[in-house]
């Protein structure tokens, strides 16, 4: 029983394309994020969603949106897709006091992005 | 603006030996949270520990320990008698509560503990 699922686990695309990237939790967190793990291992937190609304947007192009149909799910649609994109983006989700940021938060197994 | 260091970019020990994983941070908050995950060769993170900032309480759970002295801005992660299951990346991260609500995690430290 996956707490927090995401799809798919592979993407290979080429320069342009638009994709999306799903995410579901079933442990009835209220908020959920995404997140970018470069070739050096550097994770970095792009988008945070407490009930329905966006409570962090760091510096990422707005090529980039979440979107989020309910609490449990948090997709990640990517337009325009560059070469720089090429990465594995996690998905996590957290309960708790003000979006949930100060709670663990529980990651997806993470997707492979390759752009070509 | 909040900052975490992992000076250690990798570290090797041999099965058994006990290893330290340092983690240093930087945050005006008064109130903050620590964390440390662990990422396998798998690639999922795993959570570990999750430390406030008043509470300076050493925790050891099994095998880890965690350090966590406030004089020093320091949460130290320290696995006793390592095994090759421990070989992973660990990342510290920090979660402040008045300065933009961000989560930084650090740059990880690569554990490979040989058998």
């Known amino acids: 029983d996956t707490a927090v699922s995401q799809t798919p686990k592979y993407l290979v695309t080429q320069m342009g394309n638009d994709k999306s990237i799903k995410c579901e939790q079933n442990?009835?967190?209220?908020?959920m994020y995404w997140y970018k793990q470069d070739s050096k291992k550097f994770l970095k937190i792009m988008f945070s969603?407490?009930?329905?609304?966006?409570?962090i947007n760091e510096t990422v192009p707005n090529r980039f949106s979440p979107k989020s149909p309910d609490k449990a799910h948090l997709n990640l649609h990517i337009n325009s897709l560059e070469l720089g994109d090429s990465a594995v983006y996690f998905c996590?989700?957290?309960?708790?006091?003000?979006?949930?940021?100060?709670?663990?938060?529980?990651f997806g197994p993470g997707t492979r992005l390759t752009v070509l | 603006a909040q900052k975490v260091t992992q000076a250690q970019t990798e570290i090797s020990v041999v099965e058994k030996e006990d290893v330290t994983l340092d983690c240093v941070y930087e945050t005006r908050d008064t109130t903050y949270y620590l964390f440390w995950y662990k990422q396998p060769p798998s690639g999922e993170l795993v959570f570990l520990i999750r430390?406030?900032?008043?509470?300076?309480q050493n925790e050891i759970s099994g095998r880890y320990s965690w350090n966590f002295q406030k004089s020093t801005s320091s949460f130290n992660f320290t696995i006793t008698a390592s095994q090759v299951v421990d070989s992973a990346v660990y990342f510290c991260?920090?979660?402040?509560?008045?300065?933009?609500?961000?989560?930084?995690f650090g740059p990880g430290t690569r554990l490979s503990v040989l058998p």
């Open positions: 996590a989700s957290s309960q708790g006091l003000a979006g949930g940021l100060f709670n663990e938060q529980f």
């Open positions: 442990l009835g967190h209220d908020t």
């Open positions: 430390r406030n900032s008043f509470d300076e």
């Open positions: 969603y407490n009930n329905k609304e966006l409570i």
């Open positions: 991260a920090l979660s402040e509560e008045n300065y933009g609500q961000n989560f930084v």
